[in-house]
């Protein structure tokens, strides 16, 4: 069963940076692309950025600069770094894995940019 888990969100000052987490489990391989979703308030979820299993990274136009998608390969594990948060960055992150045709969402994970 396959199972995308974040975590690393919470209330962060204006300025501030987070590191958010996806733990993806149940995959037979490495093979899926993992990405990286928000939904801030009065929006749509929107993309945010992807990383492919050979490296590969793509970033929403919005997101190049302040935020960066990594990967550890071993942990099957997706990374974002999210750094100079704004108020309006506030909102659910979400992880999001496909491989082979299908599509799997986390939870979510709340961040709240506030002073």
């Known amino acids: 069963q396959v199972q995308l888990v974040e975590s690393g969100g919470g209330l962060v000052q204006p300025g501030g940076s987070l590191r958010l987490s996806c733990v993806a489990s149940g995959f037979p391989d490495s093979s899926a692309t993992l990405s990286w979703y928000r939904q801030v308030a009065g929006k749509e979820r929107e993309f945010v950025a992807l990383?492919?299993?050979?490296?590969?990274?793509n970033y929403a136009g919005s997101a190049k600069g302040r935020f960066t998608i990594s990967r550890e390969i071993a942990e099957n594990t997706a990374y974002l770094q999210v750094n100079s948060l704004k108020p309006e960055d506030t909102g659910v992150y979400y992880c999001?894995?496909?491989?082979?045709?299908?599509?799997?969402w986390g939870q979510g994970t709340q961040v709240t940019v506030s002073s």
């Open positions: 999001n894995a496909r491989r082979t045709g299908s599509n799997y």
């Open positions: 990383i492919q299993s050979n490296g590969a990274i």
